[in-house]
């Protein structure tokens, strides 16, 4: 089992910058492949990104790609979301997520998730 906590979320003005950071206990960190999901009010969880286990690979969704990075630290047991260039349809619960099988955009495929933190874009 993984246990996840979320950090790094806060109010920004449009076209702001937020890291957001993940740290993980428990058992090895680098047999997880991670994921970022966000859920704005009233609306679904919604995948944003994911990286594979060494970190070589990164997937993202399309509303999010060539503004945010996902990358991680093994050594730290740690994952990063880089948020650039926010938007204020980025506002929302950012959660990050752990998923012992393969990179997936499906959140019923990960297995463990962090508490939440909340991202405000202000326009």
């Known amino acids: 089992q993984v246990q996840l906590v979320e950090s790094g979320g806060g109010l920004v003005q449009a076209g702001g910058s937020l890291r957001l950071s993940c740290a993980a206990s428990?058992?090895?960190?680098?047999?997880?492949?991670m994921g970022w999901f966000r859920q704005a009010p009233g609306k679904e969880r919604e995948f944003v990104a994911a990286i594979s286990r060494g970190g070589s690979s990164t997937y993202y969704s399309d509303s999010v790609k060539g503004r945010f990075t996902i990358s991680r630290d093994n050594a730290k047991n740690t994952v990063y979301l880089q948020m650039n260039s926010l938007k204020p349809e980025d506002t929302a619960v950012y959660y990050c997520?752990?998923?012992?099988?393969?990179?997936?955009?499906?959140?019923?495929?990960?297995?463990?998730w962090g508490q939440g933190t909340q991202v405000t874009v202000s326009s």
């Open positions: 428990g058992r090895t960190f680098s047999s997880y492949v």
């Open positions: 997520a752990a998923d012992q099988s393969l990179p997936s955009v499906r959140r019923f495929d990960y297995d463990y």
